[in-house]
Structure formats: C-alpha cells, structure tokens
C-alpha cells in the first residue's frame, strides 16, 4: 500500500461560473443519468460568500451562498453536519463540494447545491 492510498482525496469535475448555476443545468445532468458506481454524478467545486446559514432537522445545515465575485443568490443543503462547527456566524466565506439539484418544495421549483463538503475558505 502506498502512502497515497491512504489519504482522502476528493476528486471534482472542477468550478462552475455563476451563468452555470441554473434549473437547466440541474435538469440536463439529472437527465443524463443513471448515476452510478462506475459512472459517478458530476460533483462541482468552489468559492462562496455565506449570506444565511441555519440548522433545520436535527443536523443539516441550510445556506444561502453567493459565489464569490457574482450576484446570484443559491440555497444549498448540506446534511448531516457536525453542530458543534455549524451553524458559525464567524465564517463568511466557504469552499464547497457541491452537486446541483432541482428542490421542489411546496409547488415551486428552485435550484439548490446539495453539499458533499463545506469548509471555511482560508
């Protein structure tokens, strides 16, 4: 074994630009499925500014984001997160491991990250 194989190493199809960010997009990759273990689902990465952040259920951490330099505003969800480092008021800005998704909630369809990782930008 090598010493490589031994680090946790996530791998990303890379950044998305802000004019990226769409319900089309979403509904192209979810179409282009089925997702699977040889054929994984596109998974995104990059830079956001925090405007909200909250604890909803017990563990899942909703953010409002704003990719850093942009103007557009994005939900996004990360589940499961550890409450004793989320919600933090004191972190502004965040890198995110993100896939996009459709939410339907209530009749009303909007574009939201699901995040696989969320870490304070350094």
């Not at 339907?104 to 009749?107: A, N």
């Given at each position: 074994m090598l010493p490589?194989?031994?680090?946790?190493?996530?791998?990303?199809?890379?950044a998305l630009s802000?004019?990226?960010?769409?319900?089309?997009l979403a509904a192209l990759l979810q179409d282009a499925g089925p997702w699977g273990h040889q054929f994984p689902e596109?998974?995104?990465?990059?830079e956001f500014r925090v405007l909200q952040q909250r604890i909803v259920g017990y563990r899942h951490l909703k953010?409002?984001?704003m990719?850093?330099?942009?103007?557009?505003?994005?939900?996004?969800?990360?589940?499961?997160?550890?409450t004793e480092l989320w919600p933090d008021e004191s972190v502004q800005q965040v890198h995110l491991v993100y896939r996009l998704s459709r939410n339907?909630?209530?009749?009303q369809?909007?574009?939201?990250?699901?995040?696989?990782?969320?870490?304070?930008?350094?």
């Open positions: 490589q194989d031994l680090q946790r190493i996530l791998l990303t199809d890379g802000e004019v990226d960010l769409t319900l089309e596109p998974v995104f990465d990059g953010l409002v984001v990719p850093v330099g942009g103007s557009l505003a994005v939900d996004a969800i990360a589940f499961n997160v550890d339907e909630f209530r009749g369809v909007s574009l939201q990250l699901m995040v696989d990782r969320v870490v304070p930008a350094s």
